[in-house]
């Protein structure tokens, strides 16, 4: 099956997991999209009465354009379920994400979610993080100071530029410098420095988080549960 075709069934299985009357963590990226597209559908065709917040303001749009009840996350109390995608998932269940620039938010949705699913294809699954470069959203006032610590940290910096060739901005103005590690051999260790610098506003290791994994497989939707 094609990558798509992957993202595609994964996105709609997971839908199966949210309940009526639950509000929900619309997570952002190429395989949310597919997911927000099955919400709206059961939204509009089956009532199923849910309420959402999103991760991002392409997010916001599209479930907006489906119907989709949604409250700013200020608005609600509790979030029953998030469900987003992955960049990296390892063999632990700690995954890198960000690739799209929308991890700050994502993060916090996350961490205020009682449940966390995260649907990928299996091309994300890996035995290591790291192959793929660890975001970083970065405040602009000092970028250039925290990029030469991270390089005499030798953390492989690099700030990210959009297709045009200008800095990438997020969504809140913000700046991504993304980490070439290859491998991250002790990623709660570097979770805890990157917490501790200033001027990083968040990385996109995301560490005992995720409840639930669904991988996209030739063999249909594979559900990986009660990770933790
Ligand atoms: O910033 C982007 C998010 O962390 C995405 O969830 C992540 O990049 C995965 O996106 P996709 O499903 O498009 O690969």
């Known amino acids: 099956m094609i990558q ?19 509000t929900v963590g619309l997570g952002t990226g190429s395989t949310v999209y597919y997911m927000v597209e099955e919400l709206g559908r059961r939204v509009q065709e089956e009532n199923l009465a849910v309420e959402c917040v999103t991760t ?37 269940y700690q995954g890198i994400k960000g690739g799209g620039g929308a991890h ?13 699913v995260w649907i990928v294809d299996q091309s994300k699954m890996v035995s290591h993080l790291g192959k793929f470069p660890l975001p970083l959203e970065v405040n602009p006032f000092g970028s250039q100071q925290l990029f030469e610590r991270l390089q005499a940290e030798n953390l492989h910096p690099v700030f990210r530029v959009d297709d045009q060739g200008n800095q990438f901005l997020t969504h ?3 700046y991504v410098i993304d980490l070439h590690l290859k491998e991250i051999k002790h990623p709660h260790l570097l979770a805890d420095w990157l917490d501790h610098q200033s001027g990083i506003i968040e990385h996109g290791l995301f560490l ?21």
């Not at 009840?69 to 998932?89: F, N, R």
């Not at 700050?104 to 966390?116: D, G, M, P, Y």
């Open 4 to 22: 798509n075709e992957l993202k595609k069934a994964v996105g709609i299985k997971s839908v199966d997991l949210i309940q009526p009357h639950m």
């Open 56 to 92: 991002s303001n392409r997010t916001w749009k599209q479930a907006e354009k489906l119907g989709i009840p949604l409250k700013k996350l200020d608005e609600v109390h509790t979030i029953d379920l998030t469900i987003d995608g992955a960049d990296e998932i390892d063999q632990n």
């Open 104 to 116: 700050t938010r994502e993060k916090i949705v996350a961490l205020n979610s009682h449940q966390n």
């Open 172 to 174: 809140m103005k913000n």
């Open 208 to 228: 005992d988080v995720v409840n639930t994994v669904i991988i996209g497989s030739d063999n249909g939707p594979k559900i990986i549960d009660h990770i933790r």
